[in-house]
């Protein structure tokens, strides 16, 4: 039933979800009435509200245009499913753009596969990230992404390798008249997030705890799963899953070292997920078995969504 609904990209579907988030982000905002009184909340509300959304559709695009999934509409569906396991990040500004940007960077290493106009999706690639990490620092993790693109598609030029340091030094130069614009403690800011921690000792409640745990073992299975069935798959995609795999490993390791940590910053593992979670989805096998998963997945946010309100 499920897999039937999802399994064409309709209008309907995209409205499903679209429908499904607003309510659900509703649900979460409106535990509290207070920042209705406040034009600049509402503002912010409604911000974290579009990027997210944007967020959503650029994970569909990147998917899509890339041949990483089939005319369906599984990922936006496995974006809304993870994003329901950690609802606090509905709330968390830095983190809902910062994904953004790394999703803008995502989109264009996916893209130099083609090695066309290589030298420009390098440098906005790096760019992207440099600019995430503003709003997250160890975002700047995604970096080391740039160079296995360089390394899998045009390692023979050596300008490609130093396009990522001209990117640094352009978004330095926007950081620094940011700062002084707005008068930014620049370097606090930069102290404060550089130091890693890398204890998980954070949680509030046990249901956080229980979120984390099941988020975990979804994400092993469809890994597992991505990992085995790679080899069949058409060769020419192998280098795009590749880089969908270390985006998801570099988005564990910026949970993992992040200094104020909470699940919420595993926001960035949620994007090359869903597209991994789409590919298992998609795979040739007895309906019943995907019925199973969705049913269970979609169970499991949405206990961890309620349990944790």
């Known amino acids: 039933m499920i897999t039937s609904v999802f399994k064409k990209s309709t209008p309907l579907n995209f409205t499903l979800v679209v429908f499904l988030i607003l309510v659900f982000f509703s649900i979460y905002q409106f535990q509290d009435f207070s920042w209705t009184n406040s034009a600049i909340l509402i503002s912010e509300k409604v911000g974290i509200l579009?990027?997210?959304?944007?967020?959503?559709?650029?994970t569909n695009f990147i998917s899509k245009r890339n041949g990483l999934s089939k005319d369906s509409s599984y990922t936006i569906l496995?974006?809304?499913?993870?994003?329901?396991?950690?609802?606090?990040?509905?709330?968390n500004v830095n983190l809902i753009f910062s994904n953004f940007f790394i999703l803008l960077a995502l989109r264009r290493l996916i893209s130099l596969q083609s090695l066309k106009a290589s030298k420009e999706k390098i440098f906005d690639a790096s760019l992207w990230i440099f600019l995430a990490s503003l709003f997250h620092f160890w975002s700047i993790l995604y970096i080391a992404l740039v160079f296995i693109s360089i390394i899998f598609h045009v390692a023979r030029d050596y300008r490609n390798w130093i396009l990522p340091f001209i990117a640094f030094l352009a978004a330095a130069v926007i950081f620094t008249l940011f700062s002084i614009v707005f008068n930014v403690d620049a370097q606090g800011y930069i102290s404060r997030s550089i130091m890693p921690n890398f204890e998980i000792n954070y949680f509030t409640n046990n249901y956080q705890?229980?979120?984390?745990?099941?988020?975990?073992?979804?994400?092993?299975?469809?890994?597992v799963s991505i990992f085995a069935t790679l080899s069949s798959r058409p060769l020419v995609l192998h280098t795009s899953f590749k880089k969908i795999?270390?985006?998801?490993?570099?988005?564990?390791?910026?949970?993992?070292?992040s200094s104020n940590k909470s699940n919420d910053i595993l926001?960035?593992?949620?994007?090359?997920?869903?597209?991994?979670?789409?590919?298992?989805?998609?795979?040739?096998?007895?309906?019943l078995k995907k019925e199973m998963v969705l049913f269970v997945l979609i169970a499991c946010s949405f206990f961890a969504f309620f349990?944790?309100?």
């Open 267 to 287: 926001i960035f593992t949620i994007a090359p997920l869903s597209i991994i979670a789409t590919s298992h989805i998609e795979i040739p096998q007895v309906k």
């Open 209 to 223: 705890n229980g979120a984390l745990s099941i988020y975990a073992t979804v994400a092993l299975f469809f890994i």
């Open 307 to 309: 349990s944790q309100l």
């Open 78 to 91: 496995f974006y809304f499913l993870f994003l329901l396991f950690f609802p606090s990040v509905l709330d």
């Open 245 to 257: 795999i270390a985006s998801f490993f570099i988005g564990v390791l910026v949970f993992l070292i």
């Open 50 to 58: 579009a990027v997210l959304l944007a967020s959503v559709f650029m």
